[in-house]
């Protein structure tokens, strides 16, 4: 990286302002602003997302330039690349093929479904790193509710115990973090319960506790293929935009059921989420850098009217600078790339 060179200093002559405090001053050099920095990104705070495919080899998402949808076999690649760059965890998200989707989202009970499959292999080629999977019913239901659907309702309590089992299912595969991004009330409890009376005290939760019924979620329903079929839209389960006291509630529900980690998402338009919980509860809390998110800075870049790069890395150090302790982004692999050279 080259500096510009620094100011030439301004001699008694020059001042014309009196002035005791000159906050430039820090700024001067290089080496200063290292010295007075607060917020640094590592790799230590990325989870890297992943696309799995049924299909093995890599399909290109059109609206996330640089990402793929990968079959089990590339997501071992994967989840190795991970491990070597230092990334401490990856998430991952099935499309499931559309023949296996049904209105009770039923594949999410196969222990061999895809997310099963790809968890067990990536766990026998790569015990180090971490394993999140994401417990709701959206890729597995025919009209792309994140719960059980009954005249256009979402069933609360009913859903629940699917994901409970569903939970199961995962940690029986090896996952290490169960992520629940359905928004469903009582989920945490419930799945808490049943990991513990099935033996696996260990395995964490990091629920999603502020999520918001968003607009930039779109590339990732287009990853999942979800958007073609999702019937109405979230509003009854996920949050309004319009709120911040209701995140403190959710969050605060989540962590008396058993969280050990909470989240936010979307992650940049809510950075004054990310702060008041991590302010209010003191625990580890993340921020999800949304699909949307990531294609904005993509496609800007692509033309030509941003500085990707720069704006990927000011992106993620912003996260950290309003408390979060780490972010699910797409960018991870290309962020550990950068910080290591
Ligand atoms: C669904 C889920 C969504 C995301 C993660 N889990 C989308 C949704 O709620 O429709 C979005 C992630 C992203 O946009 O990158 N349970």
Not at 273 to 281: A, D, M, P
């Amino acid at each position: 990286a080259h500096a510009p060179a620094a100011e030439p200093k301004t001699g008694a002559a020059g001042a014309s302002l009196d002035l005791r405090q000159r906050p430039r001053r820090n700024r001067k050099a290089d080496w200063s602003r290292r010295l007075v920095r607060e917020t640094v990104l590592t790799v230590d705070d990325l989870i890297w997302p992943l696309f799995l495919n049924e299909s093995s080899g890599r399909t290109p998402v059109g609206s996330m330039p640089g990402v793929e949808r990968i079959g089990v076999d590339e997501a071992v690649r994967d989840a190795e690349r991970a491990a070597r760059l230092g990334i401490p965890a990856i998430a991952v998200f099935p499309n499931v093929d559309p023949a296996l989707r049904d209105p009770e989202g039923s594949e999410c009970q196969n222990r061999r479904n895809l997310v099963c499959r790809a968890v067990r292999a990536i766990k026998a080629a790569v015990p180090e790193i971490g394993i999140v999977t994401d417990v709701a019913l959206d890729p597995y239901t025919s009209h792309g509710h994140d719960g059980l659907l009954a005249d256009g309702r979402i069933l609360n309590d009913e859903t629940v115990s699917v994901l409970a089992r569903q939970a199961v299912i995962q940690a029986e595969a090896g996952a290490d973090v169960i992520a629940p991004s359905d928004m469903m009330d009582g989920r945490i409890g419930a799945i808490r319960d049943a990991l513990d009376a099935a033996g696996f005290t260990e395995v964490q939760i990091m629920a999603y506790s502020a999520k918001y019924a968003s607009a930039f979620y779109g590339p990732f329903r287009d990853a999942i293929g979800t958007n073609a079929t999702l019937v109405g839209d979230k509003r009854t389960y996920q949050m309004d935009p319009g709120n911040t006291d209701e995140a403190v509630r959710e969050a605060a529900l989540d962590i008396e059921e058993g969280a050990d980690m909470i989240m936010v998402k979307p992650g940049m338009p809510y950075l004054d989420i990310v702060r008041r919980l991590k302010e209010t509860f003191a625990v580890p809390t993340y921020a999800y850098q949304v699909s949307g998110e990531y294609a904005m800075i993509m496609a800007a870049a692509a033309n030509g009217w941003i500085d990707g790069e720069r704006a990927m890395m000011e992106s993620l150090l912003a996260f950290k600078r309003a408390g979060a302790d780490g972010v699910l982004t797409y960018f991870a692999p290309r962020v550990a790339e950068r910080l290591r050279a």
